[in-house]
């Protein structure tokens, strides 16, 4: 996932509170291991050295999963409309997201 894409991502999970993108499908990271289920989706996501390895990963209590790489970054993990998506929570954190 290049920078504009990570940017359009978080302003939509941004949007998800207000009523006008009520309709957009944000739900739980897809069901399984936590660090299979984030790894999988970050490599999906983001170049191979963004996240070489996922050494710890939580799921929620809304389902989506945080996830922790062996250079330090973080991610959260989640579905939109069916589809597994990974966020940095650095970008997150930049937009005023809280809780990643």
Known sequence: M???TTRVVAIMVTALTTSS?????FSRAPN????EI???IIQDNFP?????L???????????ITAMCNNEET??????????VAMRCAAA????????
Do not use: K, W, Y
């Not at 993108?21 to 499908?25: S, V």
């Not at 191979?48 to 070489?52: F, G, I, K, M, V």
């Not at 996922?54 to 989506?64: E, F, Y």
């Not at 954190?93 to 990643?100: K, P, Y």
């Open 54 to 64: 996922v050494v710890d990963a939580r799921r929620l209590g809304d389902g989506t």
């Open 48 to 52: 191979s050295d963004a996240c070489p």
């Open 38 to 40: 984030a790894q999988q």
């Open 2 to 4: 290049n920078a504009t």
């Open 93 to 100: 954190r930049e937009l005023g997201i809280s809780g990643c």
């Open 32 to 35: 399984g291991e936590p660090a």
């Open 21 to 25: 993108l009520a309709h957009a499908q």
């Open 75 to 84: 991610f959260r993990v989640f579905s939109m409309n069916g589809t597994g």
